[in-house]
């Protein structure tokens, strides 16, 4: 069994900072990809930034410049800091991670957290 456990979050004021951590605890051989997505109330689930075990990292437009993924491989653990958040950076943030555990792969995703900034 594996889980994603995030913490982190909160309510900051727009141009302030929040960071986020999730990590993946179980029987784990291996955590490949990892990566946060969002979403915020009546819009789709949206990649936010995405790191792979070589640490090769992907940004949405909307955050280059601004926020930073990521990982920590002996903890199976991926940050998320955010700066100069903005009103629209509203939204639940989920991590995600693509593990191989007891021989087979999955694509596993943390609970959520509320991430809310206000203007």
């Known amino acids: 069994q594996v889980q994603l456990v995030e913490s982190g979050g909160g309510l900051v004021q727009a141009g302030g900072s929040l960071s986020l951590s999730c990590e993946a605890s179980g029987s784990i051989f291996s955590v490949n990809t990892m990566g946060w997505y969002r979403q915020a109330p009546g819009k789709q689930r949206e990649s936010v930034a995405t790191?792979?075990?070589?640490?090769?990292?992907n940004y949405a437009d909307s955050v280059k410049g601004r926020f930073t993924i990521s990982r920590d491989n002996a903890k199976n653990t991926v940050y998320l800091q955010m700066n100069s958040l903005k009103p629209e950076d509203t939204a639940v943030y989920y991590c995600?991670?693509?593990?191989?555990?007891?021989?087979?792969?999955?694509?596993?995703w943390g609970q959520g957290t509320q991430v809310t900034v206000s203007s």
């Open positions: 790191i792979t075990r070589g640490a090769r990292t």
């Open positions: 995600n991670a693509g593990v191989i555990a007891a021989g087979l792969f999955g694509d596993y």
